[in-house]
């Protein structure tokens, strides 16, 4: 078993592509806010710790068991 962190990013992105191009949500209340979470989830994500980052919305996500 894989120990570490995952990450279920909801509405900040709707892809992996969102974090790693740090593209906002066509929708947001405040910009400043959304890319300060862009920001985080991105070097998050890069950390030896974080097993994987999910957005809801992501097309490419398949149905798995994470181990």
């Known amino acids: 078993m ?3 962190w995952l990450v279920l990013a909801s509405d900040v992105g709707y ?3 969102s974090w790693e191009e740090m593209i906002l949500p066509g929708i947001t209340t405040d910009k400043q806010a959304a890319c300060r979470s862009l920001k985080w989830l991105k070097e998050f ?3 030896d710790d974080c097993i ?3 957005a809801n ?3 490419a996500i398949t149905p ?3 181990e």
């Open 52 to 54: 994987r980052v999910l």
């Open 57 to 59: 919305h992501d097309p």
């Open 45 to 47: 994500s890069k950390r």
């Open 64 to 66: 798995g068991i994470i």
């Open 15 to 17: 892809s992996e592509r």
């Open 2 to 4: 894989q120990k570490g």
